[in-house]
């Protein structure tokens, strides 16, 4: 199946099927928005919403961020990964976000990314969910799923991944398709095993295509080594019983 072939069964499957489909984290402007991404790197969403209302309702805005520093950002999220490195972030980006830009997340990815803690996949998040730019954010399960389904040809970088994305879907569902895939990659597509046995997309799915057709000659060979071994078995078996004729006439 050609490529183009699978990015329109793709769109077309999600577009049907997940019309509506948004962020699992939870927030309330875009700054709740930046702080929840910055938080969720290398963490779950489920993590990132157990500790954000309690941080939201102490740092209500970019303002009382910008006041503050890592020591008092700290135990708010004690529990989610790097929560040093993550408060010093936080504290600088409320810093930045207040003396740079006046309190308001810039839509730019090139000045999102001037933000401590934010980096292209942070900045492509604020740019397409905040903004509804055609901008696509690379995390690792967009990075696993584009690949598997065949929607990239096996890009080795999540920019080359984002690249191909940019190219090949249509800017009207760029911001949705992440999610799209996200979702996909969160309950269906996981990292270990895919779970391919429920998987609407197995029809153009390159991965189970090439899984099966391996499968299939893998099965097809077996069979012909086993039924090679069965001829020879009865082969064998053919010429012990015409020995034992010829010594039982010779006898006789
Ligand atoms: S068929 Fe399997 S590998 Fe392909 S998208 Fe579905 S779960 Fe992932």
């Known amino acids: ?19 509506d489909a948004v962020t ?11 702080v929840a991404v910055i938080l969720s790197a290398q963490c779950t969403d489920k993590r990132i919403n157990q500790v954000t209302p309690a941080l939201f ?30 408060a010093k972030h936080l504290a600088g980006m409320g810093k930045m976000l207040v003396e740079q830009f006046n309190s308001v997340v ?9 933000m401590p803690g934010v980096g292209r996949k942070t900045a492509n998040v604020i740019a397409s969910v905040v903004y509804d730019a055609p901008a696509m954010a690379v995390d690792t399960h967009v990075f696993r799923v584009a690949n598997r389904i065949g ?4 890009a080795r970088t999540p920019l080359a991944v984002e690249k191909e994305l940019v190219k090949y879907l249509p800017n009207e569902v760029l911001a949705i398709a992440h999610h799209w895939l996200i979702l996909h990659g969160r309950y269906i597509c996981v990292a270990r095993t895919p779970k391919c046995e429920i998987c609407p997309l197995t029809w153009f799915c390159r991965y189970y295509e ?3 057709t391996e499968k299939a000659l893998l099965k097809a060979e077996a069979d012909k080594a086993r039924k090679a071994k069965e001829a020879a078995k009865k082969k064998k078996l053919n010429v012990i019983s015409r020995e034992l004729k010829k010594r039982t006439i010779s006898k006789d």
């Open 1 to 19: 199946m050609l490529k183009k072939e699978r990015y329109h069964h793709f769109v077309e499957y999600f577009s049907k099927n997940q019309p």
């Open 151 to 154: 929607l990239t040809n096996n």
């Open 210 to 212: 090439r899984a099966h």
């Open 24 to 34: 699992e984290l939870h927030y309330n402007s875009p700054y709740q928005l930046l």
């Open 106 to 114: 810039p839509s730019s990815i090139d000045q999102l990314q001037k």
């Open 57 to 86: 309702e102490r740092f209500p805005d970019a303002e009382s961020l910008a006041v503050s520093n890592a020591e008092e950002i700290f135990p708010y999220i004690r529990s989610v990964s790097y929560p040093n490195n993550k």
